[in-house]
Structure formats: structure tokens, C-alpha cells
């Protein structure tokens, strides 16, 4: 393969921070071995592999177009203004035909798991793409990116057959609250910008201190989300080791942050929140394995 055509994929991944799957996959993939201790569909490689297509492509599209549409506020903000569009090594149009093309597969995959799935794929859609536009009308649109990453979750449940209950709308919960979390702890670093530019966001509206808080507040949330999936699902020990895990990993993300601490926030925001969801997925496969001894 020549290094024209490595160097497009690598912007192409860069555009769509293809590391950042880390964040939803295994919650995807978490909601999927908790399905299985319910009735549920029998889960072939072939719905497997749907499953895979239609979370990968969704995501794809939803990062392809939200680059897209913030193209013109990337560019004028100095910590973006590097990125594949701004930088010239992808064009407009080509993240826009990416966008397209992942929706179609998206909708493609989705039609192959089932009437139910093929109906909510546009909805979900829907909601996937219109965070990019959140930002310019509310400072909820962190929560509005956490509805859209508890949709992979969710998606996932719905794909495996299993009916919806108060755990995975548990689960679902506790990863809105989640991203919110740490969604805003990001934002920090963008606060004088969102303010000068019109921008909604909550550090914009309420300031750090004010953005640390509601953190810590949704991060509490998400705890009691995820024992209380844990209880309505009759988890076992290892599942509920994996909370407290999750609760300490988020009390080490809010320590290295506190007082606005911007040169921690790489840290904070990538490190802690990969180690928070890979680790409850193996927590959860743990617990799996040792119900099913009993």
C-alpha cells in the first residue's frame, strides 16, 4: 500500500478520532454479555458482525459530519485549528461523503438485525448527527452527547433481542451521565473560546468551578446508575467490584483537574475514561463467567 494511501487513512481516522471507540465500544459490548442472562436472539457470527458494522459506521458518520459542521469554528479555535479538515488533508467534501456513506451502511447493517432495529436506526441517527448543531443553542449539549454514546449501549441490547428494563435503561443512564462528566471537564480548555464566539457550554455558562461541580455531580449519578443495573439484573460480585472500580477511576480523573488544571486534561480525559470502560467490560465478562458456574 503506498504512503499516499496510508497517509489519507491516517487522516481519515484522525478526522473521525478512531482512538476515541474505546469510549463506546465496550459499552456496547458490556450491554451485549449482560443481554445474554435474558431471552434473547441466538447470536450468531453473522448478527455479531451487524452489530460490529452498524456501532463502527454510526460513530463514523456521526464524527464525519460533526468535523464537517464545525469546520468553520475548528479553524478559528487554537486547539482544533490542526485538525485533518483545517490542516488541508481532508476536504469538506470528503467528510461529508463519509458521512453519507457511513449512514447508509449504518442503515444497511441495521435492517439486517431486525424490523425493531431497522425502525430506531433513523431516529438514532437523527440524534447522532444533531449534536454537531447542540452547542450553538444550549449548554446541554454535553448531555446530549451522552444520549448519543448510551445509544451503543442501548442499540446493542435492542440488536441482541432482549426487551428493554429498568437495567439496561440503567446502563444507559449511567453512560449519558458518564460522558457528561467527563465531556465537561473537557470543555474547560474551551471556555474563554466558547464565551467569546457565542458557544453554549457548560464551563461558558456556569464557569469552573460551577463545571467541576455538576462533574462530580453527574460522575455520582453514574455510580448509582451502574449499581442499581447491577441489582435489577442480579449481577454478581465481580460486577459490583467493577462499580467501585469505575468510582475510584473517576474520583483519580476529577483529582488530576481540580482547580481547572488544563495540563491534566489529556490525561484525565483519555487515560481515565479508557481505563473506565474497558475495565467495566472485563468486570462484567468476569461476572458473566462466574455466573455461569453457579
Known amino acids: 500500500m503506498s504512503q499516499g494511501v496510508l497517509g489519507k487513512l491516517r487522516a481519515y481516522a484522525d478526522l473521525v478520532a478512531f482512538t476515541h471507540t474505546v469510549f463506546a465500544l465496550p459499552f456496547a459490548a458490556t450491554a451485549t454479555v449482560l443481554a445474554l442472562r435474558e431471552p434473547h436472539l441466538p447470536l450468531t457470527p453473522a448478527r455479531v458482525l451487524a452489530m460490529l458494522v ?82 450553538r443553542f444550549t449548554w446541554g449539549a454535553h448531555a446530549w452527547l451522552g444520549l448519543a454514546l448510551s445509544l451503543a449501549p442501548g442499540g446493542a441490547w435492542i440488536a441482541t433481542g432482549a426487551k428493554p428494563g429498568l437495567g439496561i435503561v440503567a446502563i444507559m443512564l449511567g453512560v449519558l451521565t458518564w460522558l457528561f462528566g467527563f465531556d465537561v471537564l473537557y470543555s474547560l480548555q474551551d471556555e474563554r473560546f466558547d464565551r467569546e464566539n457565542g458557544l453554549h457550554s457548560v464551563p461558558a ?47 483519580v480523573e476529577h483529582r488530576l483537574v481540580r482547580g481547572g488544571n488544563l495540563e491534566k486534561i489529556d490525561k484525565a480525559f483519555f487515560d481515565c475514561n479508557a481505563f473506565v470502560s474497558a475495565g467495566f467490560f472485563v468486570t462484567t465478562l468476569v461476572d458473566a463467567w462466574w455466573l455461569s458456574r453457579g
Open 54 to 135: 452498524c456501532m463502527v459506521a454510526a460513530r463514523t458518520s456521526a464524527m464525519a459530519w460533526n468535523r464537517y459542521a464545525d469546520r468553520d469554528v475548528d479553524a478559528k479555535n487554537p486547539r482544533t485549528k490542526e485538525r485533518p479538515i483545517q490542516s488541508g488533508k481532508v476536504k469538506p467534501k470528503e467528510a461529508l461523503a463519509l458521512t453519507v456513506g457511513s449512514a447508509l451502511v449504518f442503515l444497511a447493517s441495521a435492517a439486517t438485525l431486525g424490523l425493531v432495529p431497522a425502525l430506531l436506526a433513523i431516529p438514532v441517527l437523527f440524534v447522532l448527527l444533531g449534536y454537531s448543531y447542540a452547542k
Open 205 to 251: 455558562r456556569f464557569g469552573t468551578k460551577g463545571a467541576m461541580r455538576l462533574a462530580a455531580a453527574a460522575h455520582a449519578i453514574t455510580i448509582l446508575c451502574f449499581a442499581s443495573a447491577g441489582a435489577a439484573l442480579h449481577r454478581g460480585p465481580v460486577f459490583f467490584a467493577g462499580v467501585i472500580m469505575f468510582g475510584v477511576i473517576l474520583f
